[in-house]
Every structure is written in C-alpha cells, then in structure tokens.
C-alpha cells in the first residue's frame, strides 16, 4: 500500500496562513524542499512563483522563492496570477517548476502552496511524497531549521506585468470567433482574475461588466465569485436583457461557473455538456468520451449518452481528471465545481478564463443562447452535505456510517447514486445523494451526515 502524504491534499498544501505548515520558517523550508527536488533533476534550475490576492499571499511567496533561491535556484515572480497563468509559464519558458500561493476557494484566512512541474502539469503523488520527507526531516534537523539559514538573500524577482501579459496574449491567440457582441457580466471574486480578465477581455472586444474586482486582502470569494454563483445570477436576472451571460471565477481562477441570459446558474456539468457535443460535432471529441468525476449529476451521463457520447467518473480533484485523460486520451474532462480541461490544444490544467473564452466561442458559432446549449439537462435532485471532522477515518471501518451508506443504495435501487468522502483540502467529510425526489435526496443526506457527525464530528 503506498505511503499517504501528510501535507500535500488534492491541491497543494494547504492551512491557516500562520500556522503550520504555513508559518515563516515551514514555507522557507518547503522552498529548500523543493529547490532540492528541482536541482536534482536540472542543473540550473529556474522556476515561476505567483499569487493570489489573500493578505498572506506576499509573504509567503517571499519566503518559498528566499527557499528556493537558498539552493541555488533562480525565481522570477509572476505578481498576482491566476494558477493555469503560472502552468502556462512554466511550461511555455522551459522551466522546472511554477509554485502558487493560493488557498483557491477557501476563505481569505486559508493559503497554500501548490506546484507545477516544468511541463505544466501538477507534481505527481510520489513526488509530493519525497518533497514531504524532506521537509519534516528539515524541520527535525536543528541546523537546517535554524533561522541562521533562513538569512538568505531576498531573491530578485523581475519582470511581473510582462508575464501576465505573455499569458493574457496566449488566452487572446486561441480565440476563432469574433466575440466582440457579447455582452457579458464577470465576476472576479475579487481574486487573481482581477490581474488579467480586464486586459483579457478588452484585447478580445467583447462587451464586458466587470464586479468584484477590488481586492483587499480578505474579501477574495466573499459572497462572490464561483462560491456563490447565485449572486452573479440575481444581477444577471435583474438586468432584464442586459447581459447574453455571465461568468464566474473562483480566488485562483483555475475554475469557472455561469449563468444564462436569465440568470440560471450553469456548472460544469453543463459547461461539459455544451462542450463535449461542440467538439463531437467537429470530431474532436476522442473515443467519443468525456471524463467526469463521481460528484456529476447522473443528468449529464443521460444527456450525453443520449448525444452518443460515453462519460467516465475519475475521483474528485482534477488532478485525478487529467490522470484518467491521459490514460485514455480523452480531450475533455471536468468537475462540476467549474474545472474544466480542454486537451485539445495544449492545456495542462483546468483554466476558469480559457473555459469562458470556450463557452463564448460556442455560442457564438453555434447561434444559439447559453440556456438553449444546455436545456436538456435534466439534472437529478443532488444535495452535498458538509460535515467538519475531527480525523479522517476510511467510513468502511466505521459501521454505523457504512450501514446508512449501504441502506441508501438500497434504497434508491439504482435510480440515484450516494458519494461519501472526505475533502483534499479541508477537515471535512462530503455526502452527497442524488435521488429522484427531493424528499428522499433530504432524508438520505441527514441519515448518512447524522452517523458521520456522531462518529467523528468536529
């Protein structure tokens, strides 16, 4: 059985900015971890740091790049850039790694620090597992750990606007369509979209109203953003024809939500919807297969069959997504929550403002509204509950919670699916239900949630 990482989630690590593993001599040693992985693998090492718009976001930056820089391995900063910014710089200038400071959805309290390899793509488990050993051996080792060694010479960190601008331009190159008669609401989340969306959609012509796009070290995804895509919704809805759709990203954008005309939140699954049938059309669409993950609705399944299309379910993460795109080629896969990831060009990770320029390039060829592209989607009632545990016990060695999962799939009798799992990155346990009735969708969620909380509950 392979040894579990004790740092490394889904995405990166991730905490309490402040607390470990995010403290000031942790994310200093983290920065050596990795330069040590780096410099074994590329002499003369380079790598590309950037940001999201959190309060902690600069210091603990400075601290993984002084790391990085104390093993010899040279750091340009990005500034404030949206996570598929930096896959894209690393992969793009030939570099051994892009590091982001992000906590993505998780309040302005949260951070992390997630790594891509020199190809664009995140660092593999048992890569992140070596990394690990190696920081809890720092921390171990008085001489490493020692604040001595953390008087390093602050790395210089040049040239930030000409790299946002260099991916702004590679967004900008892939578009086909004239997009310049949409009229479109965007909401930043008042995160790293608000770097590079303006410059983005503006070369691009198109309509675009830009909310949340203010940061202030602590309001990135408060109650905007793809958090809370009914807030872009209700704007949408009240503008009465004012708007074709609107777009929403999470903190780091590396996801995207939207709405219709109308106002109705469209998710990923009908992003993939809409997609998967525009590249079937253009026979793009390999194997006729989209990679999903066990939290999409049994709707898109049906609605994708019935395009003879085949849909796969990866674990949840997208890093997990990609994993089963590249073992069978797919060319389109995704999350509900908005990742999505186009592998017919040279993506490497899901990306909120390439999924939207997508969207809008669809629409825009095909004539038709965003409700229309996705108005049969008939979506199974789902609800996701969310538990905060105090240890992540597997639910199979607890049998009062494996009992209520078990005596849920038998009640539904295949017309309906349970999920319970744990989050990646947060102390969280996830059950999520879909039945064909909303009623029995509630009393299977709280049955199942209520074992869970009197197990483990925080």
Known sequence: MSQQRQLFGTDGIRG?????????????????ALGHDLMRSTTNAQAVIGQDTRQSSAWIADRVAEGLAAVGVDVYSAGVITTPGVAYLAR??????????????????????????????????????????????????????????????????????????????????GVSSDLSKLRVLVDCANGAATAEAPELFRNLGIQATFIHISPDGKNINEGCGALHPETLGKIVAESRGQFDLGVTFDGDADRALFCDAFGRVVNGDGVLLAAARDL????????DTVVATTMSNMG??????????????????????????????????????GHVIFRDGDATTGDGLLTALRLMNIIVRSGKPLADLV???????????????????????????????????????????????????????????????KEKMEALTSRIAAEIQKALGA
């Open 280 to 287: 079937h059309a253009q026979g793009k669409l390999k194997a």
């Open 375 to 437: 108005g049969d989607l008939k979506v199974f009632p789902q609800k996701i509950q969310n538990v905060r545990v105090r240890e992540k016990i597997p639910f199979a060695q607890i049998p009062a919670v494996q009992s209520a999962i078990d005596a849920a799939e038998r009640e539904l009798n295949g017309n309906g699916r349970v999920v319970v799992r744990y989050s990646g990155t947060e102390s969280l346990a996830r059950v999520m239900v879909e039945a064909e009735s």
């Open 92 to 173: 793009s200038r030939g570099l051994a790694a892009g590091v982001v400071i992000s906590a993505s959805h998780n309040p302005w309290t949260d951070n992390g620090i997630k790594v891509f390899s020199g190809d664009g793509f995140k660092l593999t488990d048992e890569r992140e597992l070596a990394i690990e050993k190696e920081i809890f051996a720092l921390l171990q080792n008085p001489a490493a750990a020692d604040d001595t060694a953390l008087k390093v010479p602050k790395p210089s960190l040049p040239g930030e606007a000409n790299l946002r601008h260099a991916y702004v331009q590679s967004l900008a190159a």
């Open 300 to 337: 898109l399944e049906i609605a994708l069959k019935n395009s003879g299309i085949r849909m796969l379910r990866a674990n949840v993460g997208d890093k997990y997504v990609l994993e089963e795109m590249l073992k069978t080629g797919a060319t389109l896969g995704g999350e509900q929550s």
């Open 16 to 32: 309490v900015a402040g607390e470990f593993p995010l403290t000031k001599q942790s994310t200093y040693l983290i920065g050596r």
